[in-house]
């Protein structure tokens, strides 16, 4: 199904028409009132919040959620959704925003860096919003379909990744500096993903003479070592640091610590946009051009299938060299 995506301004106009027909709904309670004039989430400017906030009094006030508790665990999750929306550029209207086809995408592409159970919660409650509140011709059926599988998001060009790391390295404030290294250098130099990045400490992190080993914990324990060219990157990224301390250092408790520090970042209009899994991707992309066993390369990217390389292969070079069918690359 085509993403459907609206202009900034036409996304104006539309939270325009949302607080034309929010006036003409049921009035909210004193506390869920209170509540509303007072959330704002993190990191979403005046500007975003002005088109996103219509919306999000719309949907909790059709949804008629019963009791103040209730209401305050959607108010979250409805502004997260809606501003989404919003930055993405897609409808948010009701009739368009609301289908599971639509949630499902925030659910695969929006909610990075969200514990599984959390980003199944998410779901849970916007499916069940949507089917309260959407009774247009897309509304959604009672019963939500499984996932599909989605392919994953191919990796950076050389020149792409050398643009990366040169910005990482070249920020002007040292935390920025630092924590941008850190995404960078163990996105693209040792496979890692925002999950991974989250828990990661110094202690983690031993440099050899052989190489820098970095030993992940959590739901995929791997040890990987980091590729030397982002070898400079990981070094900036945990001088200084302490046994203990968090390699990004924002802390577990943030809901995506990654997309903080790129939205803090200083970026030019000629950086590639930076996403964790498309680092990842690079990586992984980068071993399948190496003379790398399969099972290494799984082993090293916490995989299970190899579902994940067939993906990334339809964005490789051909490869016209076919010498190593011989002797297996030995030289």
């Known amino acids: ?65 019963v009791g103040d508790k209730s209401f305050q665990k959607h108010l979250g999750v409805v502004a997260s959704y809606v501003t989404w929306l919003a930055t993405q550029h897609r409808s ?5 925003a609301f289908t599971f086809d639509a949630i499902d995408q925030y659910y695969l592409t929006g909610l990075t860096g969200m514990s599984k159970r959390t980003c199944n919660d998410y779901r849970s409650r916007l499916q069940n919003i949507a089917k309260k509140i959407n009774t247009g ?29 040169r910005i990482a390295l070249r920020q002007s404030r040292p935390r920025i500096r630092t924590q941008l290294c850190a995404i960078v250098g163990f996105g693209a130099g040792a496979g890692l ?31 990987v070592i980091v590729r030397a060219t982002y070898e400079e990157l990981v070094l900036v990224a945990i001088e200084g640091l ?63 299938s190899a579902r994940t390389l067939t993906d990334l292969l339809p964005h490789l070079e051909p490869v016209t060299d076919t010498t190593a069918l011989r002797d297996g690359g030995v030289k």
Request: charged share 25%.
């Open 193 to 223: 993903d925002s999950v991974d990045l989250r828990n990661l400490h110094r202690h983690h992190i031993d440099v050899t003479d052989n190489g820098i080993l970095v030993n992940v914990t959590g739901r995929n324990p791997r040890q």
């Open 242 to 304: 302490t046994p203990k301390q968090l390699v990004v250092g924002i802390g577990k408790s943030k809901k995506n610590p990654v997309a903080k520090v790129i939205d803090n970042a200083d970026l030019f209009d000629d950086t590639p946009p930076i996403d964790m899994s498309r680092l990842r991707s690079t990586w992984i992309s980068w071993l399948m051009t190496c003379r790398v066993p399969l099972g290494l390369i799984l082993q090293a990217a916490g995989l299970r």
């Open 1 to 65: 199904m085509s993403e459907v995506r609206r202009s900034a301004a036409a996304t104006k106009r539309l939270a325009t028409e949302h607080i034309k027909r929010a006036s003409n709904l049921p009035e909210l309670s004193a506390t869920q009132r209170e509540m509303l004039e007072r959330y704002r989430p993190n990191g979403v400017t005046d500007t975003v919040w002005e088109q996103v906030r219509p919306v999000v009094t719309e949907v909790l006030t059709k949804s008629c959620l």
């Open 137 to 165: 011709v897309n509304a959604p059926s009672g019963i939500a379909t499984p996932l599909g599988h989605i392919s994953v998001r191919p990796g950076y060009t050389p020149a792409e990744e050398a643009t990366l790391r």
């Open 92 to 96: 948010m209207a009701i009739t368009e």
